[in-house]
């Protein structure tokens, strides 16, 4: 479990995370959603420890992680995986190589260990024919495949995933929203996913905080985001529908 309270941040004077206080399950998928602009991506880079919160304090488990320096961060980071946007992954390195790099950088295992666990987790998300090849030969549901091998070759106990479906076609979304939750249930890994995606929302949205202007504005789950007497987060939501049909109308 990972929980914030009465988190405040500003940037240059500007208030930008209002007293939030949530808790994130472990085992499940959490999401986080709101308009451009809202909050929840600096909401997401604090509670990794890419920010740190200007008062308040977030706690991994029973660690204050807010309260840690950056050295006894070390621990807890372990246990940290991460999917970026774009996917993140090195051009000039191949997808076994990318995927080693967390084992490299962070054990001190044999290289015929450290190959057996990429293996492992590049059969895990189907890749088990692509550890030669190179990002420039991948296509992007691909990359985002291997984003995830790496953010689990570590065995974490949290994942972090900023927008995984970003750039997506719907099918591969799909893919990548049940391959997230699958694996967030077969670890028992506490999973939050910063996301505008309606779909992975009514998919995989086990626990969903809506963040409005900087504030929890609403938190519940999919099956009744649908029915919250919540204005701004139905206009969220209806907003979102009716973008994502007008990009259907647009690709046919």
Known sequence: MIKCEHIFKSFEGREVLKDISVEFETGKTNLIIGRSG????????????????????????????????F?????????????????????????????????????DRSEREKLERVRFCLNRVRLENAEHLYPSELSGGM????????????????????????????????VIDNLIHDITREYNITTIINTHDMNSVMEIGEKIVYIHEGRKWWEGSKDNILQADNAELNDFVFASAMAKRAKGSIVK
Not at 77 to 106: C, H, W, Y
């Open 38 to 69: 809202s909050g929840k991506t600096v909401l997401l880079k604090t509670l990794v420890g890419l920010h740190r919160p200007d008062s308040g304090s977030i706690s991994y488990d029973d660690v204050c992680f807010s309260g840690l320096g």
């Open 143 to 174: 990359i985002k495949r291997v984003a995830i091998a790496r953010a689990i070759v570590m065995n974490p106990r949290y994942l972090f995933c900023d927008e995984p479906n970003s750039g997506l076609d719907p099918q591969t979304s799909v």
């Open 71 to 107: 050295s006894e961060r070390k621990a807890i980071r372990r246990d940290i995986g991460m999917i970026f946007q774009g996917g993140a992954l090195l051009d000039s390195s191949t997808v076994v190589e990318n995927v080693k790099l967390p084992l490299d950088l962070f054990t």
